[in-house]
């Protein structure tokens, strides 16, 4: 029988794989507590990384958004080589790690440039930046958008299929829009539930 997240230890669930995670994570039983943290902000704690303390408040899963693959950046944390800092924050918190990449619209991604928002090569959810993701020990990729990037669910859903057959076998995938990421005229459009059923249908696919 699998181990719940909830009895895994950091090393175990810092060096699980994909399936033996989904297996901990279902386990768990909703018991699982993520944290979503941006890591080209100023840490809360000052010389304590934001990652460190969310799961000092019981996180089990780290999420960072903002977080480019070519160009990693997390203040506070202890000087690594590139590829590095993902199993570095993993080491520090002993927990799983997750990024964002971001599946938007260019037309109107480009509305966010100069503000914190604003796109940068490694944040695409490319092949070629979940391929690095999964090579500096990613363990989920959430396909999104930060506010007003744009994010179409055509966009996410060939970003998902591309990227699953990269990497599926490796790491976790997950999808879905932010809050004000979408693109107006398209969730006019669709309902809630209509917009969610194509993401649905495919996760289960992945998690085969």
Same mark, same amino acid.
Request: with cysteine; aromatic share 4%.
């Given at each position: 029988?699998?181990?719940?997240? !909830?009895?895994?230890?950091? *090393?175990?669930?810092?060096?699980?794989? @994909?399936?033996? #995670?989904? $297996?901990?994570? %279902? /386990?768990?039983?909703?018991?699982?507590?993520?944290?979503?943290?941006?890591?080209?902000?100023?840490?809360?704690?000052?010389?304590?990384?934001?990652?460190?303390?969310?799961?000092?408040?019981?996180?089990?899963?780290?999420?960072?958004?903002?977080?480019?693959?070519?160009?990693?950046?997390?203040?506070?944390?202890?000087?690594?080589?590139?590829?590095?800092?993902?199993?570095?924050?993993?080491?520090?918190?002993?927990?799983?790690?997750?990024?964002? !990449?971001?599946?938007?619209? *260019?037309?109107?991604?480009?509305?966010? @440039?100069?503000? #914190?928002? $604003?796109?940068? %090569? /490694?944040?695409?959810?490319?092949?070629?930046?979940?391929?690095?993701?999964?090579?500096?020990?990613?363990?989920?990729?959430?396909?999104?958008?930060?506010?007003?990037?744009?994010?179409?669910?055509?966009?996410?859903?060939?970003?998902?299929?591309?990227?699953?057959?990269?990497?599926?076998?490796?790491?976790?995938?997950?999808?879905?829009?932010?809050?004000?990421?979408?693109?107006?005229?398209?969730?006019?459009?669709?309902?809630?539930?209509?917009?969610?059923?194509?993401?649905?249908?495919?996760?289960?696919?992945?998690? @085969?």
């Amino acid at each position: 029988m699998a181990k719940r997240i !909830l009895n895994m230890t950091a *090393e175990e669930m810092t060096h699980a794989t @994909k399936s033996e #995670l989904i $297996e901990a994570i %279902a /386990g768990s039983e909703g018991r699982v507590l993520a944290s979503e943290t941006i890591g080209i902000t100023i840490p809360l704690l000052t010389d304590v990384t934001n990652a460190e303390f969310a799961a000092s408040m019981g996180a089990d899963l780290i999420l960072l958004n903002m977080f480019d693959v070519q160009e990693p950046k997390i203040m506070a944390l202890p000087e690594v080589e590139k590829e590095e800092t993902v199993r570095e924050v993993k080491r520090l918190t002993g927990r799983m790690v997750g990024i964002n !990449l971001e599946p938007v619209e *260019e037309s109107y991604a480009s509305d966010n @440039k100069e503000t #914190l928002w $604003e796109m940068s %090569a /490694g944040r695409y959810a490319t092949v070629e930046n979940a391929i690095q993701a999964q090579k500096m020990g990613v363990d989920l990729i959430v396909l999104t958008g930060n506010p007003g990037n744009g994010v179409s669910n055509p966009a996410i859903i060939s970003s998902l299929k591309a990227i699953s057959e990269a990497v599926g076998e490796k790491i976790m995938l997950a999808a879905g829009k932010m809050h004000a990421s979408g693109i107006i005229d398209e969730d006019r459009k669709s309902t809630r539930l209509n917009s969610s059923h194509h993401f649905i249908s495919y996760a289960v696919f992945c998690l @085969k």
